[in-house]
């Protein structure tokens, strides 16, 4: 089976620019979570998406953004990007939502730099 | 809102010998989850071991074993016979019972294992 796909694996940006990251969950997963992962802050919830809804999302500004799609696959967006945006981001993916004897499984995450 | 902490940004065992990780955490809840998450430089978090909060039974997995303390809130994971593969940071997690899938992780730990 195979796990959590995140592409790309690395990106370069500079600021001002807009970026977007993709994640595709385990077959049959069907809740899709992000995290940043800095340095300084370490591991911050972004958003949490299920059937194509955004159920939950943490405490980041209005520029990033995400979608879920009916084949589960999540996209996340951030505009105008900024330096303090350069992080680590990862993707979980868990069969339903509200169970966590389902845990969440990783993707090995996109590294964004910010130039 | 819940919040976790792991006091000791790095630690060093010896090959073949015991190591104990300690975490703390803060929650009003009765009844929620705890995980220890494993994140080698291939940067995928992958799930060591994980404790319900209403289980007093302590989880173990093979050589990780954990001591939860519901009462002082305290959730150490410890590692017998050391490997090499063992090396990697370390986040101590919370999620919530129910809901959200949202994960509260601790700013982590460096595991050095030599041989």
């Known amino acids: 089976k195979a796990g959590v796909t995140q592409t790309p694996r690395y990106l370069i940006k500079t600021r001002g620019q807009q970026v977007t990251l993709s994640c595709s969950p385990i077959?049959?997963?069907?809740?899709v979570s992000w995290y940043q992962q800095t340095p300084g802050q370490g591991l911050q919830f972004l958003f949490e998406?299920?059937?194509?809804?955004?159920?939950n999302k943490g405490n980041f500004p209005g520029r990033f953004s995400g979608r879920q799609f009916s084949n589960s696959r999540s996209e996340m967006n951030v505009s105008t990007l900024e330096l303090g945006d350069s992080a680590l981001y990862l993707c979980a993916s868990s069969l339903i939502p509200g169970f966590s004897n389902q845990p969440q499984h990783f993707g090995d995450g996109t590294r964004l730099s910010i130039l | 809102a819940q919040t976790v902490t792991q006091s000791q940004p790095e630690m060093s065992v010896q090959e073949a010998e015991t190591v104990t990780l300690s975490c703390t955490y803060d929650?009003?809840?009765?009844?929620?989850?705890l995980f220890w998450y494993k994140q080698p430089p291939s940067r995928q978090m992958i799930l060591v071991i994980r404790q319900e909060a209403y289980k007093q039974q302590n989880a173990t997995e093979n050589r990780f074993s954990v001591n939860f303390q519901k009462a002082a809130k305290s959730f150490s994971l410890k590692i017998s016979d050391s490997q090499l593969g063992d090396a990697a940071m370390y986040f101590c997690?919370?999620?919530?019972?129910?809901?959200?899938?949202?994960?509260?992780f601790g700013k982590g730990m460096k595991l050095t294992v030599n041989p």
């Open positions: 929650t009003s809840e009765s009844d929620y989850y």
């Open positions: 077959s049959g997963h069907r809740s």
């Open positions: 997690a919370y999620h919530t019972q129910g809901g959200s899938e949202k994960l509260v």
């Open positions: 998406y299920f059937s194509e809804t955004q159920r």
